[in-house]
């Protein structure tokens, strides 16, 4: 068996062989950056854009809207930028950049789970279905589902709409309360939706439907903006409890923990009960008044947050 001579190596082989050792190291050193900052999977993204997605309403006030240049503000807005702020801190870097994406109540916890926005900062209920898909924030705000009706309409309860039409927005909490409520009082309601609060609104504005039912401060809000408190009232018992969160990615315990931490800081910072007054008891940027006094239950949990954080220090 002969021997078989090696050929020498040519300047162009040897030019492409430390071509690739070098891209080989630098992807090894990129990797082992990556792995040394210990980034779960939505900060690492965050870090590499040096930006941070926003889901945003349109039409939520005063928790995400629009003001009179179409630019997104509110109450969970505020908040989200508290959380933007500490997740700079948390991937070193403080001038992240804050892109806006609209989301709907039908598709922001598809948003999430799609990796299409970071933070849903809109009015979002925390409960325990959607905790088994996605994450949140401690409380921000409490709320339930209630009624508008026309201040002229003999209504001043659900049962007192047997028999007629409700629109609810499509894929709120608010949807599934008012068909529960209507197979238990067995009310006959025909239930209808619409994509947004300000569609729903205009429902009734517009005699599609004799009641809207959605979380109270919602309605009160939109009747505010819509400066209509002489057109319409909202009525009823409390159809339903629905606490808000800022929702997130769930499964990134990091994340999860930038998250409390923003809020430890508002909490020790006293910041939270006048972020809170900005929104819902001053005049807000567009306008109008809520005038809605904190509720005893969110000021406990403000508390909390405020004593956790003295603990922590």
């Given amino acids: 068996m002969g021997r078989i001579l090696a050929r020498p190596l040519t300047l162009g082989v040897l030019l492409l062989a430390a071509s690739l050792l070098a891209t080989s190291l630098f992807a090894t050193s990129a990797l082992a950056q990556t792995v040394s900052e ?76 799609q990796n299409k926005i970071d933070l849903e900062c809109g009015s979002t209920t925390a409960n325990a279905e959607r905790g088994k898909r996605v994450a949140f924030s401690p409380l921000i705000f409490v709320a339930g589902t209630k009624l508008m009706v026309p201040k002229g309409a003999a209504v001043s309860g659900v049962a007192d709409l047997k028999g007629r039409t409700v629109v609810v927005t499509k894929g709120t909490t608010n949807e599934q309360a008012m068909h529960a409520v209507d197979k238990k009082l067995s009310l006959g309601l ?37 400066k209509a408190q002489e057109y319409f009232r909202v009525v009823g018992d409390y159809l339903s409890y629905d606490p808000y969160g800022i929702m997130f990615r769930k499964g990134e315990p990091q ?6 931490r923003a809020f430890r800081k508002l909490g020790s910072n006293r910041d939270l009960v006048p972020l809170y007054n900005k929104w819902f008891i001053a005049r807000l940027p567009t306008g109008e008044r809520l005038n809605v006094p904190i509720s005893l239950q969110l000021e406990e949990a403000f508390k909390a947050m405020d004593d956790s954080a003295g603990a922590n220090n």
């Fill in 190 to 226: 025909n239930i209808v939706t619409a994509p947004d609060h300000e569609q729903s609104f205009r429902m009734v504005n517009d005699g599609k439907a004799d009641a809207f039912a959605t979380d109270d401060i919602l309605l009160y809000g939109l009747i505010a903006r819509h």
């Fill in 38 to 113: 210990g980034l779960s999977p939505t900060l690492s993204t965050i870090k590499s854009a040096h930006a941070v997605r926003l889901g945003y309403r349109e039409s939520s006030p005063p928790f995400s809207f629009l003001d009179q240049s179409g630019r997104p503000i509110g109450y969970s807005l505020e908040l989200c930028e508290a959380i933007v702020e500490e997740i700079g801190v948390e991937v070193d870097d403080p001038n992240l950049r804050i892109d806006y994406v609209k989301v709907t109540s039908d598709d922001r916890i598809d948003a999430v789970l």
């Fill in 255 to 260: 994340l999860a923990a930038v998250v409390e």
